[in-house]
């Protein structure tokens, strides 16, 4: 009952975001009736219930909110790319090329690049281990992950033409690594 309960909340936060623009109001209300529908099921719920309902409530349903209103929120439009002026009319022509959609693009594009780079570069050069909780991941693949998050992440920015300034540059990478960091961090306490 709560894991269905809690699955439709996750399918819906988004959609509650697009259309309503309210992120704060639908986790709120999203993380309140998981709870109570974990206390008014049979026997009593244990933590480890109401802890891993609420990691899959944020994981699942606050993360793409978060991209929703990165794509739909920055509307103003991309129009000093090259792309977005050759964008075409089928996928909804320049009104679609937004600063939303580029930010969106490279930060997909980088997190996955970061990911990729890391496994390949542990595979191929890994001798040093990061961690005990990993075993398999090694310092050679944060190396190169992070190599090339950077190079993915200058190359998109130079075909997009956006960030403009390197204070925006910055702002969008500490934004993306502060990403990277909550989900390690979330990923070794479930894994505890």
């Known amino acids: 009952m709560c894991l269905e309960c809690a699955s439709v909340i996750c399918a819906l936060m988004p959609l509650i975001t697009l259309y309503f623009g309210q992120i704060d109001v639908s986790v709120t209300s999203a993380a309140f009736i998981v709870a109570l ?13 109401l802890s891993s309902a609420m990691f899959g409530l944020f994981y ?3 993360l ?3 991209w929703v209103k990165l794509r739909c929120g920055l509307s103003a439009p991309a129009l000093n790319t090259k792309i977005g002026s050759a964008w075409p009319a089928l996928l909804g022509g320049r009104a679609q090329w937004t600063v939303g959609l580029v930010a969106t693009l490279i930060s997909f594009s980088s997190i996955i690049a970061a990911d990729t780079f890391a496994f390949l570069g ?11 909780i990993s075993p398999k991941k090694t310092w050679e693949g944060v190396v ?4 090339g ?3 993915t992440t200058l190359a998109l920015s130079k075909l997009f033409c956006w960030p403009t ?4 540059l910055a ?3 500490t934004l993306q690594q502060m990403k990277v960091r909550t989900s390690a961090v979330l990923q070794k306490t479930t894994q505890n």
């Open 171 to 173: 702002l969008m990478k």
């Open 144 to 147: 190169a992950g992070l190599t």
């Open 60 to 62: 699942c349903g606050y």
């Open 149 to 151: 998050c950077i190079i």
């Open 37 to 49: 529908a974990l206390l008014l099921q049979r026997g009593n719920p244990r933590f480890a219930q």
């Open 165 to 168: 300034s390197l204070p925006s």
């Open 64 to 66: 793409p909110c978060f």
């Open 122 to 132: 542990g595979k191929t050069f890994g001798r040093t281990p990061l961690t005990n």
